[in-house]
Structures are given as structure tokens and as C-alpha cells.
T-cell receptor, first 114, second 114 residues
Framework: SQTIHQWPATLVQPVGSPLSLECTVE??????LYWYRQAAGRGLQLLFY??????ISSEVPQNLSASRPQDRQFILSSKKLLLSDSGFYLC?????????????FGEGSRLTVL | DAKTTQPNSMESNEEEPVHLPCNHS???????IHWYRQLPSQGPEYVIH???SNVNNRMASLAIAEDRKSSTLILHRATLRDAAVYYC???????????????FGKGTKLSVKP
């Protein structure tokens, strides 16, 4: 069966510090991968998506970047965090060949920038 | 631009059916109607999807209007665990690139009273 894991689950970082959130998927190959963010009291915002290794598309301009060094690994990074980067970050995967288009979400990483 | 319109909130009593409406008047012929729900502090969870015909699964039923400009998610017997934010999303079945990405709106916050 397929699984998706994110880490760390919770972190508190000072403004200006770097960030690295990791997401891995098991049990499938060549998945579409996504990073979403949910700010407090707001809806989910799509940040990045990837259809293959090294292929990253950004949905919104921001202080963050994403990378996909391996087929089932998706990393969200920042060189210098801003207060506005606080939020609940969710990684998701979907099967490219499946017409249903269902997305499977990880447990989320809650980031607080102080 | 928001492609779907949902009420901000709804209330239900436990053990009673719940009908969650969604308007999508600009739906295209290749758009699937997807429903996800998000429990507090968790990632979204797939509920159901459909194209033209009504759909049933173990979680819910999806009733799609004949003109496809609206749909209704039906929870047959609400439980306290069904309290969540429910998202109605259109997803292009020709998803290559960004068209098929899941774009979440604000959803409907469902409260279930014992």
C-alpha cells in the first residue's frame, strides 16, 4: 500500500532562519507531488507541484522553493524565513495515470516563525 | 477566480442526513467534481468524485444536477466524527500541467450536534 510521510511534524523557527521540510512517498512510482500551505484561519493554498524529478512548478511567488531530488522525495525550503511563512504545510501525492485524480495528503508540518 | 461556491457553514444533528450544496455554474465538460474534507489539524481526505452520474461510496453520496452546474454531497447519517470543513473542487480530467491541480476554496464548515 502507498504511504506518505512528512517531517518534522512541528517546528518553531526564528525570523531569518532557514527551513527544510521533507516529504516521502512509498509504494508508488512517478507520482505527482504537491506542497500546500494553510495559514491560520484560511484555506489551502497550492505552493508547488512536480510531475517528475527536477521538475518544479510554482503557483505563487514567495519566499519558498521546492526540490525533487528523487522520484518519491519532495523538499520545501527557505533560505530566510518570514513571519508570514507561518502555517500548516501539507505534502500530497497523486497518481499521474489515474483518471480519478485523487490526492493523498500527509500528516502536515506546523511551522511557527517568531 | 473561485470556480465553486459553497455556504460558509452548516449545522446538523447527529444521526440525521446532511446535504452540502455546491454551485459550479462555469463547469466545463472535462471537469470532474471532487469533494474532500479536512478534520481539525489534519490533511484533507478524499470523499468522493463524479462527472455526470450520481455516485455512492462508503463515505457519502454525490448528487449531480442534470446541467452539472451544481452538486450536493450527502452524508446519510451524520456522526460527530463528520464535523469538518468540506471542500467542493473542480478538477480538469485533461490534467497535464496546472489545469488538473486541486485548488481549494474556503469550503463549508460542518458542525454536528449530539
Amino acid at each position: 500500500s502507498q504511504t506518505i510521510h512528512q517531517w518534522p511534524a512541528t517546528l518553531v523557527q526564528p525570523v531569518g532562519s532557514p527551513l527544510s521540510l521533507e516529504c516521502t512517498v512509498e509504494g508508488t512510482s512517478n507520482p505527482n507531488l504537491y506542497w500546500y500551505r494553510q495559514a491560520a484561519g484560511r484555506g489551502l493554498q497550492l505552493l508547488f507541484y512536480s510531475v517528475g524529478i527536477g521538475q518544479i512548478s510554482s503557483e505563487v511567488p514567495q519566499n519558498l522553493s521546492a526540490s525533487r531530488p528523487q522520484d518519491r522525495q519532495f523538499i520545501l525550503s527557505s533560505k530566510k524565513l518570514l513571519l508570514s511563512d507561518s502555517g500548516f504545510y501539507l505534502c500530497a501525492w497523486g497518481n499521474q495515470g489515474l483518471v480519478t485524480g485523487e490526492l493523498f495528503f500527509g500528516e502536515g508540518s506546523r511551522l511557527t516563525v517568531l | 477566480d473561485a470556480k465553486t461556491t459553497q455556504p460558509n457553514s452548516m449545522e446538523s444533528n447527529e444521526e440525521e442526513p446532511v446535504h452540502l450544496p455546491c454551485n459550479h455554474s462555469t463547469i466545463s465538460g472535462t471537469d470532474y467534481i471532487h469533494w474532500y474534507r479536512q478534520l481539525p489539524s489534519q490533511g484533507p481526505e478524499y470523499v468522493i468524485h463524479g462527472l455526470t452520474s450520481n455516485v455512492n461510496n462508503r463515505m457519502a453520496s454525490l448528487a449531480i444536477a442534470e446541467d452539472r452546474k451544481s452538486s450536493t454531497l450527502i452524508l446519510h447519517r451524520a456522526t460527530l466524527r463528520d464535523a469538518a470543513v468540506y471542500y467542493c473542487i473542480l478538477r480538469d480530467s485533461n490534467y497535464g500541467g496546472s489545469q488538473g491541480n486541486l485548488i481549494f476554496g474556503k469550503g463549508t464548515k460542518l458542525s454536528v450536534k449530539p
